[in-house]
């Protein structure tokens, strides 16, 4: 699990960890099923607070995407690949929007936001 963080980012530490580790599982870097290292293990690997480590675990596991199983660890969730989908088509959605109400700020037309998504999609898109 490679995990970067920054203390220029705008993002509290927890944020950081926890958006990245939620990214591995969506993209399927980290399998269902697979072994998270220990809260104590990955703060002392990135050299932040037990604390940090717990609050972004807990987010992860509030969201169904990772679970601790006493005295066993923490494993990556076996959600269906229906629920990660839809995850992740909820973060395009979010980005979408916020996408929209930039280009709204900016006074652009909805054409031209649409011909600005044509232009930036990727070949393979349908």
Do not use: C, W
Request: glycine share 8%; charged share 25%; no cysteine.
């Amino acid at each position: 699990m490679d995990i970067l963080l920054s203390n220029t980012s705008d993002k509290p530490i927890y944020e950081q960890i926890s958006s990245q580790v939620r990214s591995q599982i969506i993209s399927g870097v980290l399998a269902a099923g697979e072994r998270l290292p220990s809260i104590r293990a990955l703060a002392d690997g990135l050299g932040v607070s037990v604390i940090t480590t717990k609050r972004a675990y807990s987010d992860l596991e509030a969201e169904g995407l990772i679970a601790t199983v006493q005295g066993k660890g923490t494993f990556v969730a076996e959600t269906s690949n229906e629920l990660l989908r839809e995850q992740r088509m909820r973060h395009v959605e979010q980005l979408v929007g916020r996408a929209a109400s930039e280009a709204a700020e900016l006074g652009l037309s909805r054409a031209e936001l649409h011909d600005m998504v044509d232009l930036m999609a990727p070949s393979g898109l349908k």
